[in-house]
């Protein structure tokens, strides 16, 4: 009984010393994290809407979002490896979790465009969206996730080939001190 009470102290100490880091505007549940990248200056509505258009026609959703069960699913198996005995709990607070931060992942999109919005001008980024409804464009959008997957794997396929190639030469080099590896 006491090593319960002194778990739950700790926890308790834990969680009230976390609480403590974050300020009470932050605390809420459905409360945006505000981040900022170093430097970056807000853009135009205007430039923000072409950034959105320019992702929405790259599917730049689809990269993350899957984001919040990902990083609940990770922050629950973190949490789980030092409290096995509260699996149970965590996996049903999860579910809740997960539902409670449902949609949040749009704040990526919305950083995103932030992003674009600072790197390109205005009229930079209303060019892109008029390249990209070009048929050119719009191969570019249709190809290029294959030719950047095949790149991928010739890149990782040419890495193995030259690995052999480093291996042998420090084997050779070796050899020429009398070491054989």
């Known amino acids: 009984m006491k090593s319960l009470s002194r778990i739950l102290s700790a926890a308790g100490l834990a969680v009230g010393l976390a609480l403590t880091a974050v300020p009470a505007d932050a ?11 170093p430097g970056m200056k807000p853009g135009s509505p205007a430039a ?29 198996n973190t949490l789980m490896q030092s409290n096995l005995n509260y699996q149970k709990d965590l996996n049903e607070v ?9 949609g949040r992942e749009k704040e990526i999109g919305e950083g995103m465009a932030q992003v674009y919005a600072n790197e390109f001008t205005e009229q930079e980024l209303k060019d892109l969206v008029t390249f990209y409804k ?14 950047i997957q095949l790149s991928m794997s010739y890149m990782n396929q040419w890495a193995q080939a030259f690995a052999e190639v480093i291996n042998g030469q420090f084997r050779a080099e070796m050899k020429k001190r009398g070491k054989e590896i």
Not at 30 to 35: G, M, Q
Not at 94 to 102: F, Q
């Open 134 to 147: 070009s048929p050119l464009g719009q191969k570019l959008l249709t190809a290029e996730p294959r030719a």
């Open 94 to 102: 999860a579910v809740i979790v997960a539902k409670n931060l449902a």
């Open 48 to 76: 923000i809407a072409a950034a959105k258009e320019i992702l929405a026609m790259k599917n730049a959703s689809g990269m993350y979002a899957a984001a919040v069960p990902n990083l609940v699913e990770q922050t629950k």
């Open 27 to 37: 605390q809420q549940k459905n409360a945006a994290p505000t981040l900022a990248v």
